[in-house]
């Protein structure tokens, strides 16, 4: 079992919709979450950290940890063109390492 | 948030040299730092935990003699590819955290693409 999972996509959604990216992990002592967004040659940016269970709102974004089920996963509103990239869902471990998934590629069509 | 810069953004070479890729902390310092190596459409790829003042800690599967890792000051890792082949074209991206234990957010250099003749 692989220890951060995500669909790879790629994943279409129209302007305007709401796209919805999902991350398990296996490690269930990990405490800290993060969703990166990567542009094709590019490296990767920070978009939300969570460290709790529940929901966390940034602008179009919306990260939601649920550490029972060991899911994360990142909502984004109102998706435009330019959020089309690769959506990266990293965990830290307990050995202060942070382990990236596979990521999931989105493509918003205008 | 942080800044950390890394030069060179894209280096070619030949087969057999080596490459020394730098990684700075512009705005902060860094005590811990760390090496990816991310190849086409596959995720990053932890190579090495480098620690300012001491041995960086290699990933399993990852050669601590080809890839060499220097951490001498809190700003500023490198990494030295030696003796590189073909194989080892790909994305080398260092990363730095301002936080201590589990809190500590990544922030990412441009990355590096090095591509061996």
């Known amino acids: 079992q692989k220890e951060v999972e995500q669909n790879s996509g790629p994943l279409s959604v129209p302007e305007g919709a709401i796209a919805s990216l999902n991350c398990t992990y296996s490690d269930r002592v990990s405490q800290s979450f993060f969703w990166y967004r990567q542009y094709s040659g590019k490296s990767p940016e920070l978009i939300m950290s969570i460290y709790s269970n529940g929901d966390k709102e940034d602008g179009r974004f919306t990260a939601q940890l649920n550490k029972a089920s060991q899911y994360v996963s990142l909502l984004i509103r109102d998706s435009q063109p330019s959020d089309s990239a690769t959506y990266l869902c990293a965990v830290r471990t307990g050995g202060f390492k942070t382990i990236f998934g596979a990521g999931t590629r989105l493509f918003v069509k205008a | 948030g942080a800044v950390v810069s890394q030069h060179p953004s894209r280096v070619i070479c030949k087969s057999g040299t080596s490459v020394k890729i730098e990684c700075r902390s512009l705005?902060?310092?860094?005590?811990?730092m760390f090496w990816y190596r991310q190849f086409p459409k596959q995720s990053l790829m932890l190579m090495a935990t480098s620690n300012e003042g001491s041995k960086a800690t290699y990933e399993q599967g990852v050669e601590k003699d080809k890839f060499l890792i220097n951490h001498a000051s809190l700003t500023l890792s490198t990494l030295t590819v030696t003796s590189a082949h073909p194989e080892d074209s790909s994305f080398y991206i260092c990363?730095?955290?301002?936080?201590?234990?589990?809190?500590?957010?990544?922030?990412f250099g441009e990355g590096s693409r090095l591509t061996v003749l």
């Open positions: 705005d902060f310092q860094a005590t811990t």
């Open positions: 990363s730095a955290t301002t936080g201590t234990g589990n809190t500590g957010e990544l922030f």
